[in-house]
Nanobody
Framework: QVQLAESGGGLVQPGGSLRLSCDVS????????VAWFRQPPGTEREFVAA????????VYADSVKGRFTISRDNTRNTVYLQLNSLKPDDTAIYYC???????????????????WGQGTQVTVSS
């Protein structure tokens, strides 16, 4: 059973930075993708970024391109999300998720992911 655990959230001022971590307890077979989604207050979950474990191909939502960076450390089974130039609109619970067999055109669809973490709160406020 794959388990994911996020950490690194917190309160930061606008323009600040955070680094989120997603520790994955076990690997699934096949070609898998790890993604970050977020859920702002009162809205639906939205895609942020994803990385294919084998190829390191990355995909970003337009709203975070140039500000957020997703990366992985396969020696630690950890995926990171570096958040820079944070804005109040980035306030949300951030979740990591893992899925297998996801085609590129569906990489931002949360229904494609089989395993989810519990989330970590990011609050951007002065």
């Amino acid at each position: 059973q794959v388990q994911l655990a996020e950490s690194g959230g917190g309160l930061v001022q606008p323009g600040g930075s955070l680094r989120l971590s997603c520790d994955v307890s076990a690997r699934t077979a096949g070609h898998y993708t790890v993604a970050w989604f977020r859920q702002p207050p009162g809205t639906e979950r939205e895609f942020v970024a994803a990385i294919r474990w084998s190829s390191r191909t990355t995909v970003y939502a337009d709203s975070v391109k140039g500000r957020f960076t997703i990366s992985r450390d396969n020696t630690r089974n950890t995926v990171y999300l570096q958040l820079n130039s944070l804005k109040p609109d980035d306030t949300a619970i951030y979740y990591c998720a893992e899925g297998t067999g996801i085609i590129l055109s569906s990489i931002g669809n949360h229904a494609q992911y089989q395993y989810w973490g519990q989330g970590t709160q990011v609050t951007v406020s002065s």
